[in-house]
């Protein structure tokens, strides 16, 4: 069966090393279960004298005590191994890309830092990553109790408010496209805050930094110039940043390269026409209890508002 | 007679001289039982008997009648956790399912996992050990009735209260264990959480009351003869257990003061915005967490070891050895709190020592399966459903034991966390760890408990259903939890792949529930029409098979003196015991804490209506203060007042001395 959220499926360094220690314990696990119950039955099945002797045998006793020593044995390797991967996906590099993410009921704000402040930008419910490379992400809550996840890379990290950013390095080995999911129950919509990881080859990759740096692209048709009329007109940018223009609201996501994003709503529906149409005037009927209000538009006013944020590449 | 005398003479109490007597007479039935206890049985059953009159069921002290209500009501909370259950399954059952809205499944599963925890898994393994305990341990009476009493309204208030607040849409929606922030009043506005709060009061002070009760019974009022080293397995793990509660329930009732205090009065335990630490929520609560999924296994351990000594016709190998095992589990247990906290990112050397703690308490459960099996080996198995149980317990619980290993390793532990793999693991151990050995020892001790037997072919089937549906219900979920399905989502994408398995799991659901719904009419069913049953027919060799079935309400005519583990099955044909406690007044024979000899007596109070009130008055203020703080400044003094009069003291110095003089002419008319 294949997942597009599974640790069963490892595709960096960290679940690699995770999933072979799972397949070290699953072993392990699966023969202690199968004795036990190979000597159960065998006990259950055994022919036995008529009258039941109270007293203890040696044999027995020898075999319990035994039972007791391969235990200890087997719980001591497996700690060992335990132990040793625990070290082996904490081994920080030297230099890593360094992502910050922010956990909000129910979506996920990311910035990519940059020594040069005019390098940084902002994008949201999506991580974009190069392959082999390490990628440190900084992680933090603006309110409660969250959990970042993504199985194909790494095991899972709070993110837990009032504390210094929790710092969780991972690398993705092969080109993907990985699903990752809140973990820790934050309120209402916890099952509907997922995002995507994508890896890209380096070049790509940077190739998607540079434009991610750009502002927004001007509107280029008299329907996208209406559609950033009605935009800016209506409560959009008192929550929403678009780069480049006046919009530089801060509760929601930022959508200046929404268009080239996977999903909306922090992985709930894909990024597609009809469900941005429905997002924009009933979003508290398909995410029931999100931050984002249903909007009232005026008659003719959506259409140019979808032309214009999917003109945002 | 003589040599009952100088055996017990020298121990005799200050306070009230005990006139012990080692007597072994004819008898037909029972081996304690003497010439002329028909006499005495009319005398201790007027003695011993209930409260009557209207208001009778406000005035119960008896341990059987509050033992029985206990099980009732725990099982009452059960059944509507189960259904909770239900509706979890049917909405998981396909991907973006519609069903329950996210509203209605927060609370849902909330409600579930508060109701099994609080309301059901302690509060029945202390129910059925007020009952079954001083029994077991051949004692008139449970330490402290009134306090039984208090304890059994608490409970039930407790869960009136959150079941009250359900049907009002007010349920709990943070999850059991109430993680602030989410529980702060910034997120969760409204009285949800704090019903939550005041629930944990109610229960937790019921739980703490009821371990002290049982381990004062335990300590203090054994048969004599019942040394350390002869208390069966199932009493000890009781001792074990509540000893644990004692030390684990005040971390959950503090933290949950705290955010009530938060929520009520605006201080900031848990409020990072001012200071506070949601991590310190965590430890505290986990502190009590972990432990409490002990307090529900342990007994469940005894219960166990009970099963099989009666069903293989054999003591359980290595009695030692098992005990040590339980105090072992019972001391560990308080040392793994933090691997529900791997991924909070504390660091690595504190984890690693909670990792080698988790696999460390292994062993000891390691060593009690071997024993039970070396148990079957040499012993001779008797296919009744309570030991069908038991071996359903075996593997399934071995199966949970194992992936709580996995667990305990941190880097396995920060991939399934927080997902389906835990439910997973968490049911094993406590569906199949506790909740098989409770069902087959309430089989076991059912007839006991109402005289009457359940039946078999009815007990087979509902096992078999549960076997089969506990495992298609929980074993995908390990699946679905590496797949990437995390807990406590009302809903998930067909993308992900989940749906199968969670339709499987929903199927096996039901079966589940058809096996739990099986055994439970078997129960009432047989309650009213089961074959009458003798003393001791499954031919048990504790105490409680001693008297009758039903045992009458001062449990035993002659105190007896045991001289083994297996009392009934080591003794002579006319065992010995102690006489000389008051017929006239409600006497229980204390004894010494370790060697259980005779140490003087102790008078037990009447039926009365104190406990009842002092519940109620507890009742208001905590409900009280869900709304305001002044719940507590008017509430206090009354519930002060109401515990005054129930500590009033009824019996005069003078009663005393009357019951001292006709004790001894008792031996007399005896001698």
């Given at each position: ?313 | 007679?003589?040599?009952g005398?100088?055996e017990h003479?020298a121990h005799v109490g200050?306070?009230?001289?005990l006139?012990d007597?080692l ?110 305990i001083p029994?077991l341990c051949g004692s008139r009476?449970?330490a ?71 381990i004062v019974t335990i300590l203090k009022q054994r048969a004599p003869g019942m040394s350390v080293n002869r208390i069966p397995?199932?009493v000890w793990?009781?001792l ?302 504790t105490l ?12 035993f005519?002659?105190m007896p003196v045991v001289s083994g583990h297996?009392p ?8 010995p015991v102690v ?9 229980v024979l204390i004894t010494r804490t370790f060697d259980a000899e005779p140490d003087h007596r102790y ?69």
């Amino acid at each position: 069966m294949r997942g597009i959220q599974s640790a069963l499926e490892p595709a960096g360094a960290q679940a690699e090393q995770i999933a072979r220690l799972w397949d070290v314990f699953l072993i392990t696990a699966t023969v202690v279960w199968l004795l036990v119950m190979l000597f159960t039955i065998a006990a259950l099945l055994r022919r036995r004298p008529e009258i039941v002797p109270n007293a203890t045998s040696p044999r027995v006793r020898n075999a319990v005590v035994a039972a007791t020593g391969l235990t200890v044995l087997t719980l001591f390797a497996l700690l060992t191994a335990s132990i040793f991967t625990t070290r082996g996906i904490a081994s920080v590099p030297d230099r890593a890309i360094q992502i910050a993410v922010t956990g909000k009921q129910w979506w996920w704000h990311v910035e990519y830092d940059d020594r040069d402040k005019s390098k940084r930008f902002t994008t949201a419910n999506e991580l974009t990553i190069p392959v082999g490379v390490p990628v440190t992400v900084h992680l933090r809550s603006a309110d409660v109790i969250h959990s970042f996840w993504v199985p194909s890379l790494h095991g899972k990290r709070d993110m837990i408010p009032g504390k210094p950013p929790s710092t969780f390095t991972f690398q993705a080995d092969k080109p993907g496209v990985y699903r990752g999911q809140c973990a820790e129950f934050c309120g209402y919509q916890h099952a509907n805050m997922a995002f995507w990881v994508t890896a890209l080859p380096w070049p790509e990759y940077a190739r998607w930094v540079e434009a991610s740096r750009q502002p927004s692209r001007i509107p280029s048709t008299h329907t996208q110039r209406k559609g950033q009329e009605v935009f800016m007109n209506s409560p959009c940018p008192l929550c929403h940043t678009i780069q480049g223009t006046p919009a530089n609201g801060k509760t929601g996501p930022d959508l200046t390269h929404f268009a080239s994003r996977r999903s909306i709503a922090a992985g709930t529906f894909p990024n597609r026409r009809g469900f941005l149409a429905g997002w924009i005037l009933d979003a508290q009927h398909m995410k029931p209890g999100s931050q984002m209000p249903s909007i009232t538009l005026d008659q003719g006013d959506l259409e140019p508002l979808i032309a214009y944020l999917e003109s945002l590449k | 007679m003589s040599e009952g005398v100088s055996e017990h003479g020298a121990h005799v109490g200050e306070a009230k001289p005990l006139e012990d007597h080692l007597i072994k007479e004819e008898t037909t039935h029972s081996p304690y039982a003497l010439p002329g206890d028909a006499e005495l049985h009319e005398e201790l059953d007027k003695t011993w008997s209930p409260a009557k009159g209207p208001f009778r069921w406000f005035m119960q002290i008896d341990h059987h009648i509050l033992g029985k209500r206990f099980i009732v009501t725990a099982f009452v909370w059960f059944g509507l956790g189960g259904i909770l259950a239900a509706l979890m399954r049917l909405q998981l059952s396909r991907p973006d399912n519609t069903f329950l809205s996210a509203d209605q499944y927060n609370q849902i599963f909330t409600m579930h996992g508060v109701t099994m925890m609080f309301l059901f898994a302690v509060p029945i393994m202390e129910a059925v050990a007020v009952y079954m305990i001083p029994l077991l341990c051949g004692s008139r009476a449970l330490a402290f009735p009134r306090l039984t009493a208090y304890s059994y309204y608490m409970f039930l208030f407790g869960g009136i209260l959150l079941y009250v607040a359900f049907f009002l849409n007010t349920g709990p929606d943070t999850g059991w264990f109430t993680y602030p922030p989410l529980a702060n009043p910034e997120f969760a506005p409204g009285k949800r959480v704090d019903i939550w709060a005041q629930l944990v009061n109610f229960t937790e002070i019921s739980a703490i009351a009821v371990a002290i009760e049982l381990i004062v019974t335990i300590l203090k009022q054994r048969a004599p003869g019942m040394s350390v080293n002869r208390i069966p397995l199932y009493v000890w793990s009781m001792l074990i257990t509540s000893f644990m509660i004692v030390f684990a329930m005040p971390a959950v009732m503090t933290s949950s003061l705290y955010l009530a205090s938060d929520r009520l009065v605006g201080t900031h335990f848990f409020n990072p915005a001012e200071g506070g630490d949601p991590l310190l929520w965590q430890h505290l609560f986990w502190f009590f967490g972990h432990p409490e999924v002990y307090i529900i296994f342990i007994p469940a351990l005894g219960m166990v070891s009970q099963i099989v000594t009666a069903f293989c016709r054999r003591p359980v190998f290595g009695y030692t050895a098992m005990v040590l095992s339980q105090v072992a589990t019972g001391f560990i247990g308080f040392g793994l709190w933090v691997h529900h906290m791997f991924a909070t990112g504390i660091p690595q050397l504190g984890s690693s020592y909670f990792t080698a703690a988790s696999m460390l308490i292994a062993i000891p459960s390691g060593i009690q399966i071997f024993c039970w099996i070396a148990t079957i080996w040499m012993g001779k198995p008797i296919y009744k459903p309570p030991f069908l149980f038991v071996l359903g317990f075996i593997a399934i619980f071995v199966l949970g034991g194992l992936t709580g290993v996995m667990l305990a390793s941190i880097p396995l532990d920060l991939q399934v966390h927080d997902t389906m793999f835990v439910v997973a693991h968490l049911h094993y151990v406590l569906i199949g760890g506790a909740v098989f050995p409770l069902f087959g020892v309430l089989y076991y001790w059912f007839p006991k408990i109402t005289g009457r037997m359940q039946n078999d072919t009815a007990g087979y089937v509902s096992f078999a259903l549960m076997f089969i549906g506990f495992n298609l219900t929980f074993f995908p979920m390990h699946k679905l939890g590496l797949i990437g399905m995390t807990r406590r989502i009302y809903t998930y994408h067909p993308e992900t792949g989940w749906g199968p398995l969670n339709s499987l799991a929903s199927i096996g659901a039901a079966v589940l529930g058809l096996g739990v719904i099986v055994y439970i009419l078997n129960g009432l069913i047989s309650w009213k029409k089961g074959a009458i049953a003798g003393a001791n027919p499954f031919d048990g060799p504790t105490l409680e098979w001693a008297t009758s079935s039903p045992p009458p309400h001062y449990n035993f005519i002659h105190m007896p003196v045991v001289s083994g583990h297996e009392p009934l099955w080591h003794a002579p044909e006319h065992a010995p015991v102690v006489t000389g406690l008051s017929t006239k007044d409600k006497e229980v024979l204390i004894t010494r804490t370790f060697d259980a000899e005779p140490d003087h007596r102790y008078t037990y109070p009447k039926p009365t209506p104190w406990p009842f009130l002092a519940a109620v008055s507890t009742g208001i203020m905590f409900v009280g203060t869900i709304f305001t703080p002044w719940a507590f400044a008017i509430g206090l003094p009354i519930a002060a007042v109401v515990v005054i009069c129930w500590f009033w003291p009824t019996t005069p110095e003078k009663e005393g001395e009357a019951t001292e003089e006709k004790s001894v002419s008792e031996r007399e008319a005896v001698a």
